[in-house]
């Protein structure tokens, strides 16, 4: 970039030309909304099913992901042109400013941006007056030619930066790369951050801001300002998806430290108080004593990543068994009924099924178990819900619909911030009330691919419901598997067509009868609580084998699906499952 060429050129015309993309986006749109209404909404409404319906509907739904990829790859090409013509604008006033004031001061300025200045009478030199002269032109050559190097460097670094993402559009148009949504996605996050003249913005990204752009407006830091964030802004980065996993671990630890202290500096806590204590350093116990076994090679244990934790209704924790971010196959399992945070950490851990964290690693030693050379595991637990603390809340969907957005933003985060170059292979797993979270988290994704990321298969055990009349309705086609036993209490709930007072309130006591008697009129034979039985053969879903559990024992058998000792061969067919085997899994036929 030279004086003659910025000094000249127009880039006012590049308004126009954003103009005209602008209205190019809004026409677009309109016929990707009349695609969708027209189209792949009234597919969805139609009710129709089958082998047939399920392709029809993915393509449908592969197709609207196309349109809206372009969408979204189209609306920034405007933007970037306006972007450049404002910092074209910007280093031209500059430039002028600067030639202006060499001219005022009767200084010169050559084509290459040399200032220099007519020289006195050398018989004039020993004069005062003259010597300030020199020295006043000499100062003000030296600022203007800084301003003149300053305007040409600003307006050449935001020609690279216009053309770089321009050249980047065009080669996703031309490969049809920017008809991928994560694609698309990823290039909205960086124009959304960035801008010409700077490659990323510093600041914070905005609520509400995808885990994609959360992602790559990290990436886009410095290390010495990924540091800078951790240390003056922890707050802003521990529960962020798209923040890796690393640094969440990193800075949660340091925030459940903190809640301790607070919680124990308490004057005269109440009895709740002591007791969301306790739960909080039941948390910090498991990660100390599992940061012990993780560093004994003959323990057989993957190292703790804390990847949540709050103070919101019931509390909040996320713990990985292994890390997300470089694990092939990942897993995320959503609790049900009374978890609270103390059933992460080190209570129950004497109760068979009651501890999830113990259920959790149960999960990772599984899919280990089953994974070839190569590959690797994280399996989370995630307590970023409010879970139901008994029946009469269990017998409502509104915490599992509460908890879904959560939980798919969640699973989207996993996405784009893990770093190997193969995708990984994620599976999420509920079992009862958490079954049905799954569920409403699942079709949130499926049914809103521009906004989060699915996972590749669902696992639902013990399940009251999850939302969904068909397997279909998760959109993921022969990647819904489902574990229940035959003596389970919840899964062999009665019907809403029958009176079911009475058989809720034989295995789950006084409350269970007010609930059952309150649920127990309704006309489908194969609904539960939630929807329709995910273990019916109508559902569709791919039942495997679990152990029948104890006729006597209902609560117990429900609690066994993740345990090696009395669950049979359920553990070992979910581990196949995660691990992308889901061939190896025994099945069984649907009741």
Do not use: C
Not at 273 to 300: C, G, H, I, N, W
Not at 401 to 410: D, E, I, L, S
Not at 521 to 526: I, K, L, N, P, V
């Amino acid at each position: 970039m030279d004086i003659a060429a910025l000094r000249d050129a127009r880039p006012g015309d590049l308004y126009g030309a954003a103009d005209a993309y602008d209205r190019l986006h809004t026409a677009f749109q309109e016929h990707t909304s009349t695609w969708k209404r027209g189209t792949a909404d009234r597919v969805h409404q139609s009710q129709w099913t089958g082998q047939a319906a399920t392709g029809a509907m993915a393509s449908i739904d592969g197709t609207t992901g196309k349109l809206q990829a372009a969408g979204i790859e189209l609306a920034l090409i405007g933007a970037v042109l306006r972007d450049g013509a404002e910092a074209f604008e910007l280093a031209r006033a500059k430039l002028l400013q600067a030639l202006a004031d060499a001219h005022a001061k009767d200084l010169g300025v050559s084509e290459r941006g040399d200032v220099s200045w007519e020289p006195l009478d050398p018989r004039s030199r020993h004069d005062p007056d003259a010597a300030d002269y020199e020295r006043t032109q000499q100062a003000a050559a030296r600022d203007i030619g800084d301003r003149i190097g300053l305007a040409l460097r600003e307006a050449a670094e935001a020609d690279r930066t216009t053309a770089e993402r321009l050249r980047r559009y065009t080669a996703n148009a031309t490969s049809q790369a920017g008809l991928d949504l994560a694609t698309a996605s990823g290039d909205s996050a960086a124009a959304a951050l960035a801008g010409p003249g700077r490659l990323y913005a510093k600041g914070l990204p905005p609520e509400g801001a995808t885990p994609t752009q959360v992602n790559s407006w990290w990436r886009g830091l410095t290390p010495d300002e990924q540091q800078r964030l951790i240390a003056a802004h922890p707050e802003q980065l521990g529960n962020r998806d798209g923040i890796p996993a690393a640094v969440r671990d990193r800075v949660n630890q340091q925030a459940l430290g903190k809640l301790i202290e607070q919680l124990q500096a308490q004057p005269h806590p109440s009895d709740e108080e002591r007791a969301r204590l306790r739960r909080y350093e039941s948390v910090r116990d498991r990660l100390a004593a599992d940061d012990k076994l993780a560093a004994d090679p003959a323990a057989d244990h993957p190292r703790d990543y804390l990847l949540g934790i709050g103070t919101e209704g019931q509390g909040r924790a996320i713990i990985s068994f292994g890390n997300p971010d470089t694990a092939t196959d990942v897993s995320a399992y959503v609790p049900g009924m009374t978890t609270t945070l103390g059933s992460l950490g080190t209570f129950g851990r004497n109760d068979v099924g009651a501890n999830e964290g113990d259920n959790a690693l149960n999960v990772w030693r599984a899919t280990r178990a089953q994974q070839g050379p190569g590959g690797s595991a994280a399996s989370i637990v995630w307590l970023g819900y409010d879970a139901p603390p008994g029946m009469s809340d269990a017998a409502s969907g509104d915490r599992g619909k509460a908890g879904a957005p959560a939980y798919a933003n969640f699973l989207t985060g996993i996405r784009a911030s893990h770093e190997g170059g193969r995708p990984p292979h994620i599976t999420s797993i509920g079992h009862s009330y958490g079954s049905y979270l799954v569920g409403q988290a699942t079709m949130l994704a499926t049914r809103h691919r521009d906004t989060y990321l699915p996972p590749d298969d669902v696992i639902i055990v013990g399940s009251p419901g999850t939302g969904a009349a068909k397997a279909a309705d998760l959109g993921l086609p022969g990647r819904v598997w489902v574990g229940a036993a035959a003596y389970d209490g919840v899964t062999n709930l009665p019907s809403k067509n029958e009176v079911a007072g009475g058989l809720v309130g034989s295995i789950f006591g006084p409350v269970g009868t007010v609930v059952g008697a309150g649920i127990g009129h309704a006309t489908d034979s194969d609904e539960l609580w939630l929807g329709s039985d995910p273990a019916d053969a109508d559902f569709g879903g791919k039942r495997f084998s679990v152990a029948d559990g104890s006729v006597a024992h209902p609560q117990d058998t429900h609690l066994e699906y993740l345990t090696p000792q009395n669950g049979g061969p359920s553990l070992d067919n979910i581990g196949a499952v995660v691990a992308g085997h889901g061939d190896r899994a025994q099945l069984v036929a649907g009741r």
